[in-house]
């Protein structure tokens, strides 16, 4: 998974409950990207981040937050305002934005109770 | 609006045959298209890139080629093996924005 940690492999989210998502990489890549994919739609661009304390939007951010406080990790978290949780969320780094070759984490599978 | 669409959705071949996956879209102006490759349960995997100006690009037995000119993509895969077995998504890039577009996705199934 070229250098691309995501943890835990599965997580299950309580109704009205934050939950956090890591994401670590050892790549030396500046820019960092949360996707979320559900069954019969294409990967979603969460939100992504070009360098250390930057971050953008992309274009499911409702209901999500991000960090990026050290090059090396970009952590997302599930709020309770995000309804529909339950999907499969993937983490991607880059050399930089203009770089198209993501390299992806393992991916983490929410579940909500 | 930009738009990526694969087929068939879905594919079943026996361990040794060749099979094409195909990719068609409509983004404008056009940047580049990439092929990854999912293993369920895991994150893509880059396969190959094309742009504009290149027809064909083969990464030992899948060959990429791209027709710009009708906006057409496929991945051919010779002599399939069971690791083969898994999703195929083509990605589309956008020239203006730099947005990608991604499609949903062929899923394979090499049978022994």
């Known amino acids: 998974d070229g250098g691309i940690t995501q943890s835990p492999k599965y997580l299950f989210r309580k109704e009205g409950q934050n939950v956090t998502l890591s994401c670590e990489q050892n790549l030396n890549h500046d820019a960092m990207y949360w996707y979320r994919q559900d069954p019969g739609q294409g990967l979603r661009l969460i939100y992504y981040?070009?360098?250390?304390?930057?971050?953008q939007k992309g274009d499911i951010a409702e209901g999500y937050s991000v960090s990026r406080e050290k090059k090396e990790s970009f952590p997302l978290t599930v709020t309770s305002a995000q309804k529909n949780p339950t999907a499969f969320y993937l983490c991607a780094s880059s050399i930089q934005t203009g770089d198209e070759t993501q390299y992806f984490g393992p991916g983490t599978r929410l579940l909500v109770l | 609006k930009n738009q990526v669409e694969q087929s068939p959705q879905s594919l079943i071949i026996l361990e040794g045959k060749n099979c094409t996956l195909q990719?068609?879209?409509?983004?404008?102006?056009?940047?580049?298209l990439r092929w990854y490759k999912q293993d369920t349960g895991r994150g893509p995997v880059s396969l190959t890139i094309m742009t504009f100006s290149e027809n064909t690009k083969s990464n030992g037995r899948y060959t990429a080629t791209l027709d710009a000119d009708t906006k057409q993509s496929s991945l051919h895969i010779t002599a399939s093996q069971l690791s083969d077995s898994a999703s195929y998504i083509c990605?589309?890039?956008?020239?203006?924005?730099?947005?990608?577009?991604w499609g949903l996705g062929t899923s394979l199934a090499v049978n022994p």
């Open positions: 990605v589309v890039k956008a020239g203006n924005n730099r947005k990608l577009i």
């Open positions: 990719c068609n879209y409509t983004v404008s102006p056009f940047s580049n």
């Open positions: 981040s070009q360098i250390v304390n930057d971050f």
